[in-house]
């Protein structure tokens, strides 16, 4: 079965571009997280959705950073008028039940590096 | 808030053990372990919920002392295979958000 998958996995942005990363979670799965991954550290929550609602943004940075999940499947996080401080990896994970107390699956991620 | 991981790195030999620490300051509803590999995305290994529910993979032991809000995983006999950033990430009542800790690097030696 395919396992969650993102694109595009390498980005790289010149300072104030707007940018758009994509997630595709397994099917059927309730609960969508974004986090973001500085290089050596753990990732760092950035939202959760619940199908097509949006149960916590509050990790979001900057109301630069905008993300939807329009249908409950897939999910795009936007950065708007991107900084040097953005270059992360941005890890998307999706889980079956409608809290984050069970295993969530990972995809492979999308660096972004902004130049 | 962040939990803190130790050690931040640990260097084995093949078929050694070794335990990984987490510890929060908060009052925790479950602790996640995840294994990281470079470039890759995480893997999960176990959770461990208040009250004493675990889920995890059937080779991996971990414990969850609520009292102290501490974490601990146990690698045994260990494989090559292990090798990885293992993170560990807690979960408070009735919170979505999964707070991870920076890591602890396992670099395991034939």
């Known amino acids: 079965g395919a396992g969650v998958s993102q694109s595009p996995r390498y980005k790289v942005a010149k300072r104030g571009q707007d940018v758009a990363l994509r997630c595709d979670p397994i099917?059927?799965?309730?609960?969508l997280f974004w986090y973001q991954q500085a290089l050596g550290q753990g990732p760092e929550f950035l939202t959760y959705?619940?199908?097509?609602?949006?149960?916590?943004k509050s990790g979001l940075p900057s109301d630069r950073f905008f993300a939807e999940r329009p249908e409950g499947s897939v999910s795009t996080l936007k950065i708007q008028r991107t900084q040097q401080e953005d270059s992360a990896v941005y890890l998307c994970?999706?889980?079956?039940?409608?809290?984050?107390?069970?295993?969530?699956?990972f995809g492979p991620g999308t660096r972004l590096t902004v130049t | 808030q962040q939990p803190v991981q130790s050690p931040q790195a640990v260097i084995l030999r093949e078929g050694e053990d070794a335990v990984i620490n987490c510890s929060s300051s908060?009052?925790?509803?479950?602790v996640h372990w995840y294994r990281q590999k470079h470039g890759e995305a995480p893997v999960f290994l176990m959770i461990?919920?208040?009250g004493g529910e675990q889920k995890g993979h059937d080779k991996i032991s971990a414990s969850f002392n609520e009292k102290k809000q501490q974490s601990s995983l146990y690698l045994t006999a260990s494989q090559l295979s292990y090798s990885g950033t293992y993170f560990c990430?807690?979960?408070?009542?009735?919170?979505?958000?999964?707070?991870w800790g920076a890591g602890t690097k396992l670099i395991i030696k034939p």
């Open positions: 990430g807690t979960e408070l009542d009735s919170n979505y958000q999964l707070i």
């Open positions: 908060k009052a925790l509803y479950s």
């Open positions: 461990l919920l208040k």
């Open positions: 099917s059927g799965h309730v609960s």
């Open positions: 959705f619940q199908n097509e609602a949006q149960l916590d």
């Open positions: 994970a999706s889980s079956s039940p409608g809290r984050a107390s069970y295993e969530q699956y």
